[in-house]
Structure formats: C-alpha cells, structure tokens
T-cell receptor
C-alpha cells in the first residue's frame, strides 16, 4: 500500500493564487520529500524536510511537517502557468534505502 | 551532464516477448532504482541497487529481473511480457542508498504490451 497519500487529487487555480497540497503518511519517517512531474516527463526533486524540522522554504515553495499528525503540506505561492504539473510526496517509510511515493496531486494553473 | 538516460522511449511488445530497458547515469551515483507508474497508482518500486554489485526487490518485482552492469548502468528485463506490465517505467539514481538523498529521474520508457 502507498505510504503517502496526497490531497486533493486535483486542484485548479488562477495564476497568481496560492496552491496548497497535503500529504499524509502512515509510519514514522526519517524525512519527507516533494517531487514535481510535468506531463510526459520524469520526476524532479523540489524539497526535502527532515523529521526534526517543522517548516522549510525554497523560493516560492513552503513545506511544513507535522509528525504528530503524520502529515505534510506543500504551499506554492504566487503560482504561474509553468507550475502546472503533478506533485508527489515521498517518504522513507522506515526503510533507509527506499522512498514510497503517493499518488500525486494534479495542479492546473490557469493563465 | 546528461543526468539519467533511458532507452528506448517507447516500446510495443506482444504478450510473451522479452525486452530489456536500459538506464545509465553520469553523476557517479552509487544507488539506482527502477519504478513503474500506472494511472492513479503513483510510482511503485520494482527493484533497486543500493551499490554496485547489489540488487534488491522492491514493492512489485514479479515478472522482472535487473542487472547492475557497472556503477553507471542498471537494466530492467522483462522475460515474458504480460499486458499487466503495460506502464511507464522510470529509472532513478541517488548519491548513496539512503532515503535522505534526492533521487534523479530519467525521462521514462512508455511500454505497451498487447
């Protein structure tokens, strides 16, 4: 079964708005990562947050982690049409060697 | 740097045929991975190689074999293709075999088994 589950499955917003995606996981983690996938392409790493961190920023991205609720959120501020993609969370799920990916959130940013 | 490359980009097989998907990375990474991506299922790990000379099963290894040919190359073989193996296959690599490090993905191979 999937370790991470993203919510919502799909999100459609207007350019300039903020987009928030959530991820829940089941077992304890060492860290949680977020990836982006443009249509027909491979995944690209966005950000990694460790289990002892609560918040992390990278450009227009803000990731939070709540280990008590086993959840994480990815916020993209001032979205652009180029942000249109699927976004996946991935967690270690107790294994040092493997990442387990969620099913993803499809974000559409309308110009 | 080309990063992670995969060949072929597209392939159509008949049930029972065999084929090998090739993957190479030029980042001097120790660990490599094979995933499959199906609609609504996210990515599932097929096999991984934590370091040269080692391979281990992932979540969905049945029907597949792998070879870590050298540090750069990690191939995935389908001995007798089945329609259930229709999917997009991604190869990835990471600096070392710990989930603390980001993975770099290839562009994928879209495989259809009829």
């Amino acid at each position: 079964s999937q370790q991470g589950e993203e919510d919502p499955q799909a999100l459609s917003i207007q350019e300039g708005e903020n987009a928030t995606m959530n991820c829940s996981y089941k077992t304890s983690i060492n860290n949680l990562q977020w990836y982006r996938q443009n249509s027909g392409r491979g995944l690209v790493h966005l950000i990694l947050i460790r289990s002892n961190e609560r918040e992390k920023h990278s450009g227009r991205l803000r990731v939070t982690l709540d280990t008590s609720k086993k959840s994480s959120s990815l916020l993209i501020t001032a979205s652009r049409a180029a942000d249109t993609a699927s976004y996946f969370c991935a967690s270690s799920g107790g294994s040092n060697y493997k990442l387990t990916f969620g099913k993803g959130t499809l974000l559409t940013v309308n110009p | 740097n080309a990063g992670v490359t995969q060949t072929p980009k597209f392939q159509v097989l008949k049930t029972g045929q065999s084929m090998t998907l090739q993957c190479a990375q030029d980042m001097n990474h120790n660990s490599m991975y094979w995933y499959r991506q199906d609609p609504g299922m996210g990515l599932r790990l097929i096999y991984y190689s934590a370091s040269e000379g080692t391979t281990d099963k992932g979540e969905v290894p049945n029907g597949y074999n792998v070879s870590r040919l050298n540090k750069r190359e990690f191939s995935l073989r389908l001995e007798s293709a089945a329609p259930s193996q229709t999917s997009v296959y991604f190869c990835a690599s990471s600096r070392i075999g710990l989930a603390e490090y980001e993975q770099y993905f290839g562009p994928g191979t879209r495989l259809t088994v009829t």
